[in-house]
């Protein structure tokens, strides 16, 4: 793959992980998580993980750190969701 083309992966990559800011934000600074659909973000991080596994197959520098890193920002999102409903309600999951 060329060099622009593994500059312009990255560049989207970037981006990708910058769109989930606000959402961690409301989630960890904010104690919101009214909306968020935990198996919504576990399929997100499913899909995630598959495309490292592309990335690494192919040798794709920019996918699989975009991946790595948007994987670790979705988790870190499930994580601050669950814990938020589970000092909420211990029933709650």
């Not at 989930?20 to 919101?32: A, M, N």
């Not at 899909?47 to 890193?69: C, D, E, K, P, R």
Request: charged share 10%; proline share 3%; net charge positive.
């Amino acid at each position: 793959m060329s060099a622009i083309m593994e500059a312009v992966g990255l560049g989207a990559g970037v981006i990708g992980i910058i769109a989930w800011g606000p959402q961690i934000r409301q989630v960890w600074v904010h104690k919101r998580h009214d909306g968020i659909s935990i198996p919504t973000f576990c399929i997100v991080a499913l899909s995630l993980f598959l495309w490292l596994i592309y990335g690494v197959s192919i040798g794709s520098i920019a996918m699989i750190v975009s991946n790595i890193l948007t994987l670790s920002v979705i988790l870190i999102i499930i994580i601050g969701v669950r814990r938020c409903r589970v000092l909420e309600s211990p029933d709650a999951v």
